[in-house]
């Protein structure tokens, strides 16, 4: 990190230089291989054309159909192309049918979320998903053990009714039956001690409640539940669950708060969480960045990461939404940010005045895992609480 520091040394007549985009470049091996490819539609008016395996899923990270469909993939480590569609006014009239969808290399598809797992499982994943006995048995036991009668929402998934939220007995009822169906088998995963389809299929729909049962009901903790608790415990130790596919506390909020579809098309009013999901095991997110090299070691260097490949269009959204005044003092702002992440000694710099209000629109902006992962959101969030306090 010497060449990072040596640009914020001061003299005593000059502020301190904000590092250069190249020099920040320069300082990220991550950039020097080509991300996993993404494509928004609502840039493409006509098909992207794409080869090989792609993954058609909501655009914004909402959707747990589409998590769970993502999840199985990145359980495999193949290689595939995503392509995101807008499912609220943007979808792209190229588009027919309802996401997640899979197309094959063969150009077959597949559309249901659990039969798209299902077909990873056996054509890259060599079956240890469905290894479990009876595990299509609690994959179906999910339909009977969440609230019935409830408004089908991405945002607010088996929350509300027509006229307002379950109450919170019937919240209740669902989470001890999670936590005894996975006592009988037990735990930690749903089927006992390896992670299945089971999983898959019940995972986005818990850390859902996890972060938004709370917000409605106060008090009310998924966590509260012993064998619930480990089985959040065991899937954030899966690296490709935790480090990309999951969400955080904090977006979920975000969410639930525009989430008018049901309770009679009244979005709730929530607050968000006053602190951030803990940035976990630092070995999980190496187990997740290994072989990936397209991903920063550390989170921090994946944020580092994202904000320099997709800066011209973070810079952007800065001025457009009026977060920060001009592109001049964003571009410094977002390079002195780029630099702390890589070198967290540098956030004592005290020209960092720029950089603080970038800092607190990436926290306000960012939504995970829309946009990165938890653990990286965790290392954004961080710098802009220390930020803050300067």
């Given at each position: 990190m010497?060449l990072l520091?040596?640009f914020?040394?001061r003299?005593?007549?000059?502020?301190a230089?904000a590092?250069?985009?190249?020099?920040l470049?320069a300082a990220l091996?991550?950039?020097s291989?080509?991300p996993a490819?993404?494509?928004?539609?609502?840039?493409h008016?006509?098909?992207?054309?794409?080869?090989?395996?792609?993954?058609?899923?909501?655009?914004?990270?909402?959707?747990?159909y589409?998590?769970r469909a993502?999840?199985a993939?990145e359980l495999?480590?193949?290689?595939y192309?995503?392509?995101l569609i807008d499912?609220?006014?943007?979808?792209?009239?190229w588009?027919?049918?309802?996401?997640p969808?899979l197309r094959?290399?063969d150009?077959t598809?597949t559309g249901?979320s659990?039969d798209?797992?299902r077909?990873?499982d056996e054509?890259?994943?060599?079956?240890?998903?469905y290894?479990?006995r009876?595990?299509?048995?609690?994959?179906a036991?999910?339909?009977?053990?969440f609230?019935?009668?409830?408004?089908p929402?991405?945002?607010?998934a088996?929350l509300?009714?027509?006229?307002?939220?379950?109450?919170?007995?019937e919240?209740e009822?669902?989470?001890?039956?999670?936590?005894?169906?996975i006592a009988l088998r037990?735990g930690?995963?749903?089927?006992?001690p390896?992670?299945?389809a089971?999983?898959?299929?019940?995972?986005?729909?818990l850390?859902?409640?996890?972060?938004q049962?709370?917000?409605?009901h106060?008090?009310?903790?998924?966590r509260s539940y012993?064998r619930?608790?480990?089985?959040f415990?065991a899937?954030d130790?899966?690296p490709e669950y935790?480090?990309?596919v999951?969400?955080?506390h904090?977006s979920?909020?975000?969410v639930l708060?525009?989430?008018?579809?049901g309770?009679?098309?009244?979005a709730?009013k929530v607050?968000?969480p006053?602190t951030?999901d803990?940035p976990?095991d630092?070995a999980?997110w190496r187990?997740y960045a290994?072989?990936?090299?397209d991903?920063?070691?550390?989170p921090s260097r994946e944020?580092?990461?994202?904000?320099?490949r997709n800066?011209?269009?973070i810079l952007?959204?800065?001025?457009?939404?009026g977060?920060?005044?001009?592109l001049e003092?964003a571009?410094?702002?977002?390079?002195?940010?780029?630099?702390y992440?890589l070198?967290?000694?540098?956030v004592?710099?005290p020209d960092n005045a720029?950089?603080?209000?970038?800092?607190?629109?990436?926290s306000?902006?960012v939504?995970?895992?829309?946009?990165m992962?938890?653990?990286?959101?965790?290392?954004l969030?961080?710098?802009?609480?220390k930020l803050s306090?300067?």
């Amino acid at each position: 990190m010497l060449l990072l520091v040596l640009f914020f040394v001061r003299s005593s007549s000059a502020a301190a230089a904000a590092p250069s985009w190249s020099d920040l470049s320069a300082a990220l091996p991550s950039l020097s291989s080509p991300p996993a490819v993404v494509i928004d539609t609502v840039h493409h008016v006509t098909p992207p054309e794409v080869e090989g395996i792609v993954l058609y899923r909501e655009r914004n990270g909402w959707c747990p159909y589409s998590e769970r469909a993502w999840l199985a993939l990145e359980l495999t480590g193949a290689t595939y192309t995503t392509v995101l569609i807008d499912n609220i006014g943007g979808r792209p009239p190229w588009f027919s049918g309802t996401t997640p969808r899979l197309r094959w290399s063969d150009g077959t598809e597949t559309g249901e979320s659990m039969d798209i797992a299902r077909e990873v499982d056996e054509k890259l994943g060599n079956g240890t998903l469905y290894a479990a006995r009876d595990v299509k048995r609690v994959v179906a036991a999910f339909r009977d053990t969440f609230p019935r009668g409830t408004r089908p929402s991405s945002r607010s998934a088996f929350l509300f009714r027509g006229n307002g939220p379950v109450p919170r007995r019937e919240f209740e009822r669902t989470l001890a039956a999670t936590d005894e169906l996975i006592a009988l088998r037990g735990g930690p995963f749903l089927c006992g001690p390896a992670l299945s389809a089971a999983d898959v299929a019940w995972a986005p729909f818990l850390e859902r409640y996890d972060a938004q049962l709370p917000l409605l009901h106060p008090g009310l903790s998924s966590r509260s539940y012993p064998r619930l608790a480990a089985w959040f415990d065991a899937m954030d130790a899966c690296p490709e669950y935790f480090a990309r596919v999951k969400g955080d506390h904090r977006s979920w909020a975000k969410v639930l708060r525009q989430a008018g579809f049901g309770n009679a098309g009244i979005a709730p009013k929530v607050s968000l969480p006053e602190t951030v999901d803990d940035p976990g095991d630092l070995a999980v997110w190496r187990a997740y960045a290994r072989g990936r090299n397209d991903v920063g070691t550390t989170p921090s260097r994946e944020v580092a990461t994202r904000l320099v490949r997709n800066r011209d269009a973070i810079l952007r959204d800065a001025v457009r939404t009026g977060a920060v005044r001009d592109l001049e003092v964003a571009d410094d702002g977002l390079r002195r940010c780029v630099a702390y992440f890589l070198d967290d000694d540098a956030v004592d710099d005290p020209d960092n005045a720029n950089a603080a209000l970038v800092a607190r629109y990436l926290s306000d902006r960012v939504c995970v895992p829309r946009d990165m992962g938890a653990p990286p959101a965790a290392a954004l969030h961080a710098l802009n609480a220390k930020l803050s306090s300067y």
